[in-house]
């Protein structure tokens, strides 16, 4: 059984302009001890998705509907109190801020210990050592001197390593990593994403990680749900997605990654921006903008359908099946020849 399985998840704002469809019959399972990149750009809803989940949309804005199954039970319909258990100790989440998460006047160790404390039955100097021992495995340097400094007194990465440590507190089942690495520089975003992974074998925590660039989800993820307008328009194991990609936006993510350049130039950025979710367009919502739109894109919205017979990869995207594959096998070798 999937530790979550999310269907037809739907989050939709009142705003004084109408109702914004941010999240619009989004459906995508985890399994225990692996990770799922949810990708798109700004204002695919990928983020929305996750607030839903974790149920932190305000109730008085927010219509929410569909299943978001965890270990069985609807996150969407339970109890204040029974979600506050879940949320902190079997799901955690680390934001791209690491300040959203940490509070400025307190000490990193005070923080861990009373959120330690919260959640277990513990004294104040077993916190205190447990602490220590987070702050050693996320790879801050002499951690019995660190565990006193403020937030302040770290750099970016280090202060992302102390948001992992705070998220880590209770060997939660399934971490939340919304953008984790965005705000911080090349080299330290390798090191967060090999910490990440090495964390995630010591732990066993199921990873959810949210970012619009593909390269992360490359290094990290085992399956990929790609996010555009609201809707999933491809997901599918990781390998898949990235040897043989079926949908133009998806082409368009990828032709955005820095190692590409003129050998595939008319996929290397995505024109234009995404459509406004008040009024999305008829048919599908990535027509605008895609190279190979036809007549029946602008009518008909594409269900999101298995590729071939592999049951493991959709996409949705009314061209056939050979012009898929013609495009997608263009790509890649694009992409490799640029490699190599
Ligand atoms: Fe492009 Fe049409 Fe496919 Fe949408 S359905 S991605 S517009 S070809």
Not at 47 to 55: D, F, Q
Not at 102 to 108: G, R
Request: glycine share 8%; proline share 6%; hydrophobic share 40%.
């Amino acid at each position: 059984m999937a530790l979550l399985e999310v269907t037809d998840l739907r989050t939709y704002f009142r705003t004084d302009d109408g109702i914004v469809k941010a999240v619009d019959g989004v459906s995508f399972s985890i399994e225990k001890g692996k990770t799922l990149g949810i990708v798109g750009e700004s204002g695919s809803g990928k983020s929305v998705t996750c607030l839903t989940i974790m149920g932190l949309n305000s109730k008085r804005t927010t219509i929410t509907s569909g299943e978001a199954l965890w270990k069985g039970k609807n996150l969407l319909t339970m109890g204040a109190r029974e979600f506050r258990d879940i949320r902190g100790s079997e799901i955690a989440m680390i934001f791209q801020d690491p300040m959203t998460s940490l509070n400025p006047v307190h000490k990193v160790g005070k923080q861990l210990t009373e959120a330690i404390q919260l959640h277990r039955d513990v004294t104040k100097s077993q916190a205190r050592a447990r602490a220590l021992e987070l702050l050693k495995a996320v790879g801050i340097p002499r951690p019995e001197r660190r565990i006193d400094d403020y937030p302040h007194q770290f750099s970016g990465g280090m202060r992302q390593r102390v948001m992992i440590a705070m998220a880590l507190v209770n060997n939660p089942d399934l971490l939340i990593a919304d953008e984790p690495t965005t705000a911080l520089d090349v080299t330290t975003q390798a090191q967060i994403l090999t910490l990440m992974q090495k964390l995630q074998e010591e732990f066993g925590s199921a990873i959810l990680v949210i970012t619009h660039d593909l390269g992360v989800v490359a290094e990290v993820a085992d399956e990929v749900v790609v996010m555009y307008a609201a809707q999933v328009v491809e997901k599918g194991p990781v390998e898949r997605i990235f040897k043989r990609p079926h949908m133009p936006y998806t082409w368009g993510l990828l032709g955005s990654l820095p190692r590409l350049d003129s050998v595939v130039d008319r996929l290397v950025q995505i024109p234009g921006s995404p459509p406004s979710l008040l009024n999305p367009p008829r048919g599908c919502r990535f027509h605008p903008r895609c190279p190979y739109v036809m007549d029946v894109c602008k009518a008909d919205d594409p269900a999101l359908l298995p590729v071939f017979d592999d049951s493991d990869h959709f996409a949705a995207c009314h061209l056939d099946h050979e012009t898929k594959d013609r495009e997608a096998a263009k790509l890649i070798a694009g992409m490799m020849a640029q490699a190599s």
